[in-house]
């Protein structure tokens, strides 16, 4: 979704009364995994609307280097829309989501684990507009970057399957 558009639902929506509650939870989504599916899930249970805010592929090469992303935005994007909960889905790409954050102000900023509320590099911005800063998510145990590394022990170049067809020229199966 666009952010324009993005900007006009969240406007409707909060004329509503009862207010809902707005929550956006940001990432790179790259190789999904399950410490992701864990973290948006509890990031819903925050509010009443999630917007989760991916990452261009720019700002995801910036962020991880070259290579980065492995899978494009707009996958991405379709992706992390499929998961339960989740209500919008928006590119960004600035270094960080502050500047969406000062766009759409939304009521919680959540972010995983793997950080405090006091290590959320956004966290002045959103206590400026009068947002919290919330945690979410199982402890992080899973990280792409990881998956990466594992896929590359097992299936990198001149590894046993490593696109190579097994014996008899069947492809293996793994």
Not at 37 to 60: K, M, P, T
Request: aromatic share 4%.
């Amino acid at each position: 979704m666009t952010l324009p558009r993005l900007e006009r639902r969240i406007a409707r929506l909060r004329r509503r009364r009862p207010r809902p509650r707005v929550v956006l939870a940001n990432g790179l989504f790259d190789l999904l995994h399950v410490g992701h599916v864990r973290y948006l899930r509890a990031a819903a249970r925050l509010g009443d609307v999630l917007v989760v805010a991916i990452n261009s592929d720019r700002s995801a090469r910036t962020l991880r280097g070259p290579g980065r992303p492995i899978v494009p935005a707009a996958d991405r994007a379709r992706l992390v829309a499929a998961i339960e909960g989740v209500d919008y889905v928006v590119q960004f790409s600035s270094p960080t989501v502050a500047p969406l954050l000062r766009r759409l102000r939304p009521d919680i900023q959540c972010k995983g684990t793997d950080y405090t509320v006091a290590t959320v590099p956004e966290r002045q911005v959103v206590r400026a507009y009068g947002g919290r800063v919330r945690i979410a998510g199982d402890p992080k145990r899973h990280a792409t970057t990881g998956l990466i590394a594992g896929m590359l022990r097992r299936f990198g170049a001149g590894a046993p399957g490593a696109g190579r067809p097994a014996a008899g020229g069947a492809a293996r199966r793994g």
